[in-house]
């Protein structure tokens, strides 16, 4: 082991640090020697085997293996192909010229010197004992100082590479073999330890055995020693590399990504693309800076292309029609057009009925061979994620393997689902502006406006063991900014949202779908009042300008335990109605609208209900509603209305407050939008 070991460290240290972070000056004019320095380290490091095999035979074979011409002084050689392998490190600081700014260079000096203390010790160690022939066991304070300065090598290394990024931890993982050498740095440090341990542990204690005993240790029961600590120290390697691998993967090869983040970066970069090909791309990069994937493509239905939807015609099914970007190195961001995938494939309709993430294998579990298409072979798919809108399939995500090597996992795809959503919400919103702008007149566009918006609302209200909820919103224009929405917990718990998004339009409507789909996001991962409003907070801040404001109140109804979890920001009050008083009790709870300041925060209330209770959330298009006389709708004409009919149902109390309403305005409609959302109690 120390032979072999000796022999390929130094050509393993020059090749890496040719290579790293990119190729020096010197890797493509001088290939043919790091060649012929390869050939050179394998033939001494046979040579050495063959010393080494001969000196346990016997003396005789010893004797006659030395008196062959240059067999000693190839054997003395080898000191020199190990000073150069292990010298290479100290290229990195005479060749700064890869480096960009002066604090790189200061940072790979620092490298450097930290290379020098550790490994000019252990060059001078192997000079002294090959000049000298001192031997290890009557001199053994020779060693101490190298080995205990040896570990500020790789330690340096760690601080230049890891810890301040300086020479590219991105560019690491989209090198093949540069991340190879990095990513299975720990296992020759592995077999180091390895080495240490049988060499200065196990044969110690091996030849202390023999020696309490009374007997010499032979070939044979050597042999047998080094079997059995090689297959334990391989069995251990075998259990922990894999572990140990995923967590360097994790902790240091792959950037940690926060959902929130990710999303908030897609909005702001999406924002300023201005086709679907310019946005598809931005998208694929934006995956890539967070999970790092080798190829990212996007199939799409005919209809979002430009043309109209395809017919099977002499033969030929309809098409997704789309393109891919390859990462990697020295690919980064090319493109691979003209792909297609046929519409009425097994694969289409099976993502259709399960919009799921969709591990890609040759063979699928009902027999179907899905990845052996041609299209799929080019865009070397692992996962498969649907672009889902309503019950529209738009078309399909692929991606390729992680340049990490390891498996896309629960945590990824849940974000590439959730950009899944915001791609589909936008690729549906550009199918609904072309036709807008193909039928040419604002009416037509702002119509096909309010389609998108009342496709964003829940379409029927959820049931719930105790629970009567009923929900509705009439924009003041075609498009409006009001939204309310449903979200089942579990069996007892329903969240229930309500904003209103500041002024109308498209603008307002385009606001409230990424509004829509950041609270989808949020509570998947956390349902808590305060955090969900945080977290919204914070996705409006940044994604929108300044004049981009909503407010939103968000609350949690738990039917096992009768109990209101709510956060309000900026909304009217909603009010409850106590069935065992006839009380009308306005809940004044809230906080900064949503947008205003990015560091808001949004504390939780929590109230009880009895059987026969009622709350009711709405906008202020209801209170702010003006008749012909200037007056306004009001507080007290809803509590009353409340007070009247708040022991009735959800439906009852719902068409009670829009009749008062529509007397009130008369022949007039109302200005702002209005919205109503009642929740019951039985």
């Not at 054997?75 to 100290?90: E, H, K, N, Q, V």
Request: net charge neutral.
């Amino acid at each position: 082991m120390q032979t072999i070991g000796s022999s390929a460290a130094g050509y393993l240290c020059l090749c890496f640090f040719l290579e790293f972070p990119t190729p020096t000056r010197l890797s493509q004019p001088a290939r043919w020697l790091k060649q012929g320095y390869g050939w050179v380290t394998l033939f001494l490091g046979l040579l050495s085997v063959t010393n080494f095999t001969v000196r346990l035979a016997s003396f005789e074979a010893t004797h006659w293996l030395h008196t062959v011409p240059l067999v000693n002084e190839l054997l003395s050689a080898r000191i020199i192909t190990l000073w150069i392998g292990l010298a290479s490190p100290f290229g990195l600081y005479f060749d700064r010229r890869r480096t960009q700014t002066p604090e790189q260079a200061r940072r790979l000096k620092v490298f450097t010197v930290g290379s020098a203390v550790g490994v000019i010790p252990v060059l001078l160690l192997i000079l002294a004992t090959y000049t000298f022939k001192l031997n290890a066991e009557d001199y053994p304070w020779l060693y101490v100082l190298p080995i205990a300065l040896f570990p500020l090598f790789p330690l340096s290394f760690a601080y230049v590479v890891v810890r301040h990024r300086v020479l590219g931890i991105q560019q690491i993982l989209r090198s093949g073999v540069r991340y190879l050498f990095v990513s299975r740095g720990v296992i020759v440090l592995e077999c180091l330890v390895f080495y240490f341990l049988a060499r200065y542990l196990v044969f110690p204690l091996v030849l202390w055995g023999h020696s309490l005993i009374g007997q010499r240790p032979t070939l044979f029961s050597l042999s047998l020693w080094m079997v059995a600590t090689g297959s334990a120290f391989f069995g251990l390697a075998f259990f922990i590399n894999p572990r140990l691998q995923k967590t360097i993967d994790r902790r240091f090869f792959r950037e940690a990504y926060k959902v929130q983040q990710v999303l908030s970066d897609l909005a702001a970069s999406v924002r300023q693309a201005t086709n679907i090909d310019e946005m598809l791309r931005r998208v694929a990069a934006t995956v890539d800076a967070a999970l790092h994937v080798k190829t990212i493509g996007f199939l799409l239905h005919p209809s979002l292309l430009g043309s109209p939807a395809e017919t099977i015609t002499n033969g030929t099914p309809p098409m997704l029609r789309g393109f891919a970007c390859r990462f990697g190195p020295n690919t980064s961001g090319i493109v691979e057009s003209e792909l297609s995938f046929p519409l009425t494939s097994p694969l289409i309709a099976r993502l259709r009925r399960e919009p799921e993430p969709f591990d890609l294998e040759p063979e699928s579990t009902d027999g179907i061979p899905y990845g052996k298409h041609p299209t799929l072979r080019r865009l070397d798919s692992h996962l498969l994620i649907p672009l889902v809108s309503g019950d529209n399939l738009l078309g399909v995500f692929s991606l390729g393997p992680k340049l990490s090597g390891e498996p896309y996992t629960s945590e990824d795809k849940a974000l590439l689902m959730t950009v899944a959503e915001s791609v589909a919400l936008r690729l549906d919103n550009a199918q609904l502006v072309r036709r807008l702008t193909a039928e040419a007149t604002l009416r037509r566009e702002l119509e096909i406006a309010r389609e998108m918006q009342q496709r964003l609302l829940p379409s029927a209200p959820p049931r719930l063991p105790g629970l009567d909820v009923v929900g509705v919103s009439f924009p003041a224009n075609d498009v409006g900014g009001d939204y309310y929405d449903f979200l089942r917990l579990d069996m007892y718990r329903l969240a229930v949202a309500i904003g209103d998004v500041a002024g109308h339009g498209i603008s307002s409507g385009l606001l409230m779908a990424l509004a829509k789909g950041g609270l989808h996001n949020q509570v998947r991962s956390d349902t808590d009042p305060s955090a969900v409003m945080a977290a919204m907070n914070q996705l409006i801040a940044v994604s929108g300008s300044r004049r981009d404001l909503m407010t939103l109140t968000y609350c949690v109804i738990d039917t096992a335990t009768q109990t209101i979890a709510m956060a309000n920001a900026g909304h009217p009050p909603a009010y409850h109605y106590h069935a065992d008083t006839g009380l009308v009790e306005a809940i004044e709870h809230g906080a900064y609208p949503l947008g205003v300041r990015r560091h808001s925060h949004y504390p939780t209330r929590c109230l009880t209900y009895r059987p026969g209770d009622t709350v009711v959330f709405y906008t202020d298009g209801l209170i702010e509603a003006r008749n012909a006389a200037g007056e306004v709708f009001g507080f007290e004409r809803l509590e009353t209305l409340l007070a009247h009919h708040g022991n009735g149902s959800a439906a009852a109390l719902q068409t009670a407050i829009l009749t008062a309403l529509r007397a009130f305005l008369g022949d007039l409609t109302a200005e702002d939008d209005v919205t109503l959302v009642i929740l019951h109690f039985t």
